[in-house]
């Protein structure tokens, strides 16, 4: 499984950013899809999930103000990130996986990263 990111950008806070994550190469309705993020000199941290069937799972620090979502015809994930704050800047990257799901690191397919910058 391919996947590739985009959408990232510059925005101030309070704003709202749409990220994107195409994926290519398997069944994409079987898969599980994340977003991760890691901001400068920290750890890569959980964002969000999306099950295969559906159900959603959020870091709580996210909850209530991002909301991942899938199109299965158009083979791709998306992050919708509202009320953007300074500590939102980080490199966004998907993550796939055909078991793995969740706040789980063992994903099995990555892509790159997309630059989020949230300006105060």
């Known amino acids: 499984v391919q996947l590739q990111a985009s959408g990232g950008g510059l925005v101030q806070a309070g704003g709202s950013l749409r990220l994107a994550c195409a994926a290519s190469g398997r069944p994409f309705s079987n898969l599980n899809l994340a977003w991760f993020r890691q ?13 295969w069937i559906g159900s959603t799972i959020y870091a709580d ?14 083979n ?3 992050l919708q990130m509202n009320s953007l704050k300074p500590e939102d800047t980080a490199v966004y990257s998907c993550a796939a996986s055909f078991r793995s799901w969740g706040a789980r690191y063992d994903y099995d397919y990555w892509g790159q990263g997309t630059l989020v910058t949230v300006s105060s």
């Open 61 to 74: 620090s996210v909850k209530d103000r991002f909301t991942i979502s899938r199109d299965n015809v158009k």
């Open 39 to 51: 901001a400068p000199g920290k750890e890569r941290e959980f964002v969000a999930s999306i099950r």
């Open 76 to 78: 791709t994930v998306y």
